[in-house]
């Protein structure tokens, strides 16, 4: 079985093929700069092994429909084409939001549009691009399987006292305003892979997950289902990111407004993508500011300070939540990549059986690997993501 996997953003598009027969990548493609002057197409056959070939195409692409028929001929047409449209059995696409309605990947049906529509309201900056993206492909596969899975799916076990804000009820009912939490599929992805590298059932384990990347999120996951995580109605609640605030006092918008005569759009830009990391220290991604602290950069050191005492309280607030944790995984760019940053994230937490080894901590590896030290009763992981990954066998396993 081939399945085609899709994640259309709001001007790109980013693309696998993968052979579930080994779960190998034949293809992988990012579209960028849909709707601009001029847009470019990067395609590789066969990634990382010996065969891989890339194509770059430069050239205007008007809107996704355009981007996406270009990719398909690139995998399926011309000199480089691995395989004929025919072969590709299923199309599964990441959408954002799935409010409460799609807590679990489903196959598009055509009745099913008005509820899908209706999750644009949850994620209007992610959702519409999403769904757009599964539009063009029932145009350009009909008759093929169309697979939604959400990135809020993992989290719909969340028990209501973790999910409702305490706001007025109506706003709930009637706004569907609660958390919903974000980066599902990599917090189940990475929970299921800790209980196979450990060789216990998934359903018998109780894990701290943390996918750190330019986005960040920590989830509480209780036999093996989502308790609790970081991530609200949208995705600036929680840890520090690279340019989102994560949790404040959400009194500060109105102070803002006051102080600066900032009206509420350009507040909810400023927490979106002038905040966090690059907020503190003009930088937001983890290399540059290492290499500030080196220089002697303070603001880049405090910025590393407030995001990794954020995680531990996010950590120790998810072990009261759990009661018993048996592991803690890193994931995603910061996670899997940054010796430092778990360091100290953990810090102080050895009184709890959290205890680093730091040898191992400090090799660079793409494998998952267990990085706590021998005499540390709570096992922490380093478990890459793989979001397509996780998007094909989901597919793959609904239409089986
Ligand atoms: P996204 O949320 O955009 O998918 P990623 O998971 O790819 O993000 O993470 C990107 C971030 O990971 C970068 O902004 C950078 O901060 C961090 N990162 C990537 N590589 C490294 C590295 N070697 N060391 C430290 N941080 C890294």
Redesign the pocket.
């Known amino acids: 079985m081939k399945v085609l996997v899709i994640n259309s953003g709001s001007s790109s598009i980013k693309y696998q093929l993968i052979d579930m027969a080994d779960e190998s990548v034949m293809v992988s493609g990012l579209v960028e700069r849909i709707g601009e002057e001029m847009g470019s197409l990067t395609s590789k056959t066969f990634p990382g092994t010996d065969k891989e070939v890339k194509t770059v195409l430069e050239q205007p692409i008007p809107t996704h429909g355009v981007g996406l028929e270009m990719s398909i001929d690139l995998i399926c047409k011309g000199d480089n084409a691995v395989c004929t449209m025919n072969e590709i059995d299923v199309v599964g696409h990441r959408v954002v939001a799935g409010g409460e309605k799609f807590n679990v990947p489903v196959v598009i049906t055509e009745d099913m549009w008005p509820d899908l529509t209706e999750t644009e309201r949850l994620a209007p900056l992610h959702n519409p691009a999403n769904l757009g993206g599964a539009r063009d492909a029932t145009k350009l596969f009909p008759g093929v399987p169309q697979v939604l899975v959400f990135d809020t799916a993992f989290h719909q076990t969340m028990p209501p006292h973790a999910y409702m804000y305490a706001l007025p009820y109506e706003y709930y009912e009637q706004d569907h305003v609660r958390r919903y939490g974000a980066h599902g599929t990599s917090h189940k992805y990475v929970a299921k892979e800790c209980a196979r590298l450990t060789g216990k059932p998934a359903e018998e384990m109780n894990l701290i997950t943390i996918h750190m990347?330019?986005?960040a999120s920590m989830s509480a996951v209780k036999n093996g289902l989502c308790v609790d995580t970081s991530m609200g109605l949208t995705p600036l609640e929680g840890l520090v990111m690279?340019t989102r605030s994560g949790d404040i006092d959400p009194a500060i918008h109105n102070y803002l407004a006051v102080n600066r005569g900032m009206d509420i759009a350009a507040i909810d830009n400023v927490l979106n993508k002038e905040s966090g990391l690059k907020g503190l220290c003009g930088m937001?991604?983890?290399?540059d500011i290492?290499a500030a602290i080196e220089e002697g950069n303070e603001r880049a050191r405090l910025a590393l300070e407030v995001q990794t005492y954020r995680t531990r309280k996010y950590i120790g607030s998810y072990m009261a939540v759990l009661g018993r944790v048996d592991a803690i995984v890193f994931t995603?760019?910061?996670g899997e990549?940054?010796d430092i940053v778990r360091l100290k994230s953990l810090e102080g937490l050895e009184p709890f059986g959290m205890k680093i080894d730091p040898e191992i901590n400090a090799v660079r590896s793409k494998q998952a690997r267990k990085i706590s030290a021998a005499d540390s009763t709570v096992d922490i992981w380093v478990i890459p993501t793989n979001e397509e990954l996780a998007i094909a066998r989901e597919a793959k396993a609904l239409v089986s």
Do not use: F, T, V
């Open positions: 990347g330019n986005g690279g937001n991604d983890m290399r290492h995603a760019g910061i990549n940054d």
